[in-house]
């Protein structure tokens, strides 16, 4: 059974072949819009099921194929902090996260011969705070522009964060065992029927 992640994150490629998977990449664009006033785990959702629908849409010829899709989003005082736009956005950011806690939410969604399924993985993460001065070094490297709520928790954001509560892997962006467990549950697929 083949695995086609619709995504191009450097992250979640890494994650799936720590675990010994083997997969295709086939990234996607789908709308990123969201309504008002959604909730942040269900907007991980919705967009993760966004990405995995418009690939399976553009190619019939996955349909026996596992689409897995992910989103991540960060929520810090009932704000979604995605991807930040600029210098300014990702400093803004940092500075709200600083010397507080933060949920990441990530999204997956798992498609396959027509079927969705979908999970919602939440983490917590604590920041010390950070100086002016760290955070316009950290602004200034490349690290915070493609990572939602503007930080890296396996880079050097690492030298900030005091703690991590819940699932680690959905910091960095796919929940590795949320993915297994969803595979199992929703279509009866081990993980290791995989190749």
């Given amino acids: 059974m083949k695995l086609i992640l619709a995504s191009q994150s450097p992250r979640r490629k890494e994650i799936l072949e720590s675990v010994g998977l083997k997969f295709d990449i086939m990234p996607v664009d789908a709308d990123e819009t969201l309504p ?51 210098k300014e956005d990702a400093r803004r950011m940092l500075t709200m996260l600083c010397g507080c806690g933060s949920a990441v939410h990530t999204g997956i969604c798992i498609g396959y011969k027509g079927r969705f399924a979908t999970a919602v993985e939440t ?8 100086s002016p001065e760290e955070i316009e070094d950290y602004i200034s490297t490349d690290e915070p522009y ?23 892997y959905s910091v960095v ?23």
């Fill in 123 to 130: 983490a917590y993460v604590t920041f010390d705070e950070m």
């Fill in 146 to 168: 493609d990572k939602a709520g503007g930080y890296a928790v396996q880079g050097r954001a690492a030298l900030y964060i005091a703690g991590v509560t819940g699932d680690w």
């Fill in 36 to 86: 008002e006033g959604i909730e942040c785990a269900d907007a991980v959702t919705m967009l993760a099921r966004r990405k995995a629908k418009a690939l399976a849409e553009t190619h019939p010829e996955l349909s026996d194929c596992v689409i897995l899709a992910a989103d991540t989003l960060v929520e810090c005082f009932g704000e979604i902090l995605g991807k930040p736009t600029d």
């Fill in 173 to 195: 962006g796919l929940p590795i065992h949320a993915v297994k467990t969803l595979l199992e549950e929703e279509f009866g697929i081990r993980i290791t029927e995989i190749d």
